[in-house]
């Protein structure tokens, strides 16, 4: 599986930004698909993650009510829709996939097994 991200950009504080991860699939709906980020000198963190159905979402208390984790499985794609964006949203966006049977926990990276290469957000005060 390959998952290729896009939407990163510059974008000011306050703003609004969302984010594409195209699958190259033809089983989508059978990955459960997370939102993960990584900012300069800092680790990777869970950002958000959604079932195959769309029907279970998790957030990041961080990003909780401002960002918002949906797919298109006719698409192969996954979103993250982001909304009052703060200086602090400023990292590299990496999407990853992992079978939807794992029981693992959804917030853990090392349970994904297929990761992007990542787009950068910047934004700016």
């Known amino acids: 599986v390959q998952l290729v991200e896009s939407g990163g950009t510059l974008v000011q504080a306050g703003g609004s930004l969302r984010l594409s991860c195209v699958a190259s699939?033809?089983?989508?709906?059978?990955?459960?698909m997370g939102w993960f980020r990584q900012a300069p000198g800092k680790e990777r963190e869970f950002a958000a993650a959604?079932?195959?159905?769309?029907?279970?979402?998790d957030y990041s208390d961080s990003v909780k009510g401002r960002f918002t984790i949906f797919r298109d499985n006719a698409k192969n794609t996954v979103y993250l829709q982001m909304t009052s964006l703060n200086v602090e949203d400023t990292a590299v966006y990496y999407c990853?996939?992992?079978?939807?049977?794992?029981?693992?926990?959804?917030?853990?990276?090392?349970?994904?097994?297929?990761w992007g290469q990542g787009t950068q957000v910047t934004v700016s005060s």
């Open positions: 990853a996939a992992r079978g939807s049977l794992s029981r693992s926990s959804v917030r853990d990276g090392r349970t994904y097994n297929y």
């Open positions: 699939t033809g089983t989508f709906a059978n990955y459960y």
């Open positions: 959604i079932n195959w159905s769309g029907a279970i979402k």
